[in-house]
């Protein structure tokens, strides 16, 4: 059973009080032994104690699939990237390195990759990923558009991202401020990076534009 | 609240008490949020390309599982034809195998020794049915002989007889068979002893044919 396409994961950093409930939430699933599938990225430790929940964005150019040699990192049909298959992982890290968002880990001891599969034996059932679910400030949120305009009115779903040359779309959207979102708006990430965020503060590079066109590299 | 930016994809209507979007379970219209993609062909290449003008091997390593676990009808029609060949060229081949192999004929009938060679408890070598096949003669008492090749059947080592033990004994794993009926009784072989028929004619022993065992 596929997971529902009318709800969405929605990741809003700014709401994030860095609890870690979703990170021990996910420690405590058996679909992958006590290992947490999510973590909180800190995004300037010695100013601020902001953080961001880094889960698996679902990408509908899944860069970790691209780089497998081994052809083991399948999406399901409803968009989910999945863990790599255990038989045909050969634990090379490649999609560790290749992967923007920096989500999959591996795992040397049992020779294999494990990412977050958006709990997919929850989420293909109509429930709520577990993260989702523990989350105390919503910072992240699973249910439908209608349910994210009513409950964010000054935010914006965003799922374009630009790494350099690399645009990606992904699954998974980011909460963006509406005011600075147009239809084709983008996040360019390795802007942000450059940055020096404001106290207390998270850069959300939103670039207006075509994200799909050519850039000078 | 009327005076934000409208989402660039049109009026949402916030309220969740409205006629059949009651609560927070509302789904949107059909049209509005219907995938953009078919569902068995939800990766888009990097290149953001058709998947008509991808390279040829994206089609045999794809990263949809839909796409990945499809069978094409000619690919499976043409497994089936090429497995059904494979299992009729190989009962040909058995056929022409056991075809060639009766053409071989019996082996011959050759005389080993005569009944006074051999003591009580003692064993004597012979090969049979060629002189590659070293054979191992034994007589378990006056009027009781047995042979068996002396190839052991886990990986052809030349077994020993040990006619105190009651067993044959082979040196290179500790396999063990018995002595009167060549089955394993420890180590690693699995099968019996070849055995070779004897035939008593006077005093003269005869081995007459080989019999292969499998338990």
């Known amino acids: 059973m596929p997971k529902p396409d009318d709800l969405h994961f929605f990741i809003d950093p700014n709401r994030c009080i860095g609890c870690q409930a979703c990170v021990q939430a996910c420690t405590e699933c058996d679909t992958h032994r006590g290992e947490?599938?999510?973590?909180?990225?800190?995004?300037?430790?010695?100013?601020?104690?902001?953080?961001?929940?880094?889960?698996c964005m679902h990408c509908e150019q899944p860069t970790c699939a691209e780089v497998c040699p081994a052809d083991a990192i399948k999406r399901t049909g409803d968009g989910v990237v999945q863990s790599a298959l255990q038989p045909r992982c050969i634990a090379c890290g490649n999609c560790v390195m290749a992967c923007p968002f920096g989500v999959p880990e591996l795992y040397e001891d049992r020779r294999i990759m494990m990412k977050c599969?958006?709990?997919?034996?929850?989420?293909?059932?109509?429930?709520?990923?577990?993260?989702?679910?523990?989350?105390?400030?919503?910072?992240?949120?699973?249910?439908?558009?209608?349910?994210?305009?009513?409950?964010?009115p000054l935010s914006a779903p965003i799922n374009s991202f630009r790494f350099g040359a690399q645009t990606i779309t992904t699954q998974v959207f980011l909460m963006v401020p509406r005011a600075l979102t147009t239809r084709d708006s983008y996040l360019d990430v390795a802007a942000a990076m450059d940055e020096q965020p404001q106290n207390r503060g998270i850069s959300l590079k939103v670039l207006p534009g075509d994200p799909f066109a050519e850039v000078e590299v | 609240m009327a005076d934000l930016p409208l989402d660039a994809r049109g009026p949402i209507d916030p309220a969740l008490n409205t006629p059949g979007r009651e609560g927070l379970t509302g789904t949107a219209p059909a049209n509005r949020y219907?995938?953009?993609?078919d569902r068995e062909q939800v990766t888009i290449a990097p290149n953001f390309a058709p998947p008509q003008l991808q390279p040829a091997w994206r089609q045999d390593f794809p990263i949809d599982w839909p796409q990945d676990l499809y069978v094409e009808r000619r690919d499976f029609m043409k497994f089936m034809v090429l497995t059904s060949a494979a299992f009729t060229l190989g009962q040909l081949w058995i056929g022409?195998?056991?075809?060639?192999?009766?053409?071989q004929g019996r082996p011959p009938i050759l005389r080993i020794a005569s009944m006074d060679d051999v003591a009580v408890g003692a064993a004597i070598g012979f090969t049979y049915p060629d002189a590659h096949q070293p054979c191992l003669l034994v007589r378990l008492s006056a009027t009781e002989f047995v042979a068996f090749t002396q190839t052991c059947t886990h990986l052809s080592c030349a077994v020993v007889p040990r006619p105190a033990e009651a067993s044959f004994y082979c040196p290179c794993h500790e396999g063990r068979f018995d002595l009167r009926t060549g089955v394993p009784t420890a180590g690693p072989p699995r099968r019996p002893l070849t055995r070779i028929v004897l035939d008593m004619r006077g005093r003269d022993i005869y081995a007459v044919a080989v019999e292969e065992r499998t338990a």
């Not at chain 1, 947490?36 to 889960?55: A, F, G």
């Not at chain 1, 599969?117 to 989350?135: E, F, I, L, N, Q």
């Open chain 1, 36 to 55: 947490s599938m999510i973590h909180l990225e800190y995004v300037d430790r010695p100013q601020s104690v902001q953080t961001v929940p880094v889960i």
């Open chain 1, 117 to 152: 599969d958006m709990c997919y034996d929850r989420s293909s059932v109509g429930k709520k990923p577990m993260c989702a679910t523990v989350c105390p400030s919503q910072a992240l949120f699973f249910g439908t558009r209608e349910q994210i305009d009513a409950l964010r």
């Open chain 2, 34 to 37: 219907a995938p953009t993609v």
């Open chain 2, 96 to 103: 022409a195998h056991n075809w060639y192999r009766r053409r």
